[in-house]
């Protein structure tokens, strides 16, 4: 499939955007990694017995989804009632690192109603200086790229504490392009997502049409 680079112009830094990362103060941060792994062990152990590709779940209960102030260290996220997908990335790729699975950070963008996309707006205008996520009828959202051989992938959303689904072309919430930050290409399904490359996995909506969802 092409490049979805051309179609998101609404959102430029949509293109240029990367993984987000936390910072780190020191014997702090450095404990609060140690937690957040030794949960991620604890819930494996108590409902997968260890099973190594088994998603942490445990993250989306635990955490609320929401504005988050960036930048941000790891006491401070872990510490936090809310955190946006940025930390659910973040999160996500350090439980799955830990037991050693190859997992990457990804991108998908994604279509919601307007009506969903207004809501969103508001609740984040608390947060003003915030990455620009929020498009008219497309939203950036980030993801982890799981690498479960040399050439294939999946790809768990720690928000929702849901595996993709590659299929998912069209709707509310349908996947319109992915970027994968692994560094060898993969395929989803039926796609090929190149390293660091925007891969357009469905139809951008179309501005002359009702919303999706209206």
């Known amino acids: 499939m092409r490049s979805a680079a051309l179609d998101i112009l609404e ?7 990367s993984a987000s990362r936390l910072g780190r103060h020191g014997a702090c941060c450095d404990r609060a990694r140690a937690w957040l792994v030794a949960m991620g062990r604890s ?35 872990v510490a936090a009632e809310a955190i946006d997908c940025g930390v659910f990335g973040a999160f996500a790729l350090e439980v799955f690192r830990a037991k050693g699975v190859d997992a990457y950070p990804g991108q998908v963008l994604r279509t919601y109603a307007e009506a969903s996309t207004t809501h969103w707006r508001h609740k984040w205008a608390a947060v003003p200086e915030a990455f620009n996520w929020i498009g008219a009828r497309v939203v950036f959202h980030e993801v982890t790229i799981v690498q479960v051989t040399s050439s294939v992938a999946r790809i768990y959303d720690p928000t929702d504490a ?19 930050e692994a560094p060898v290409a993969v395929t989803w399904g039926a796609h090929r997502l190149a ?12 501005a002359r049409k009702p919303a999706l969802g209206a």
């Open 162 to 180: 849901v595996w993709l689904d590659p299929g998912v072309r069209d709707g509310h919430g349908s996947h319109v392009a992915v970027r994968s």
């Open 43 to 77: 819930h494996d152990f108590a409902i997968t017995d260890g099973l190594a590709l088994a998603a942490p779940r445990w993250l989306a209960r635990r955490y609320a989804w929401g504005p988050t102030q960036w930048p941000i260290a790891w006491c401070q996220a």
């Open 11 to 17: 959102r430029p830094e949509w293109v240029r955007a």
């Open 195 to 206: 390293h660091g490359q925007w891969t357009q996995i469905g139809s951008m909506p179309d």
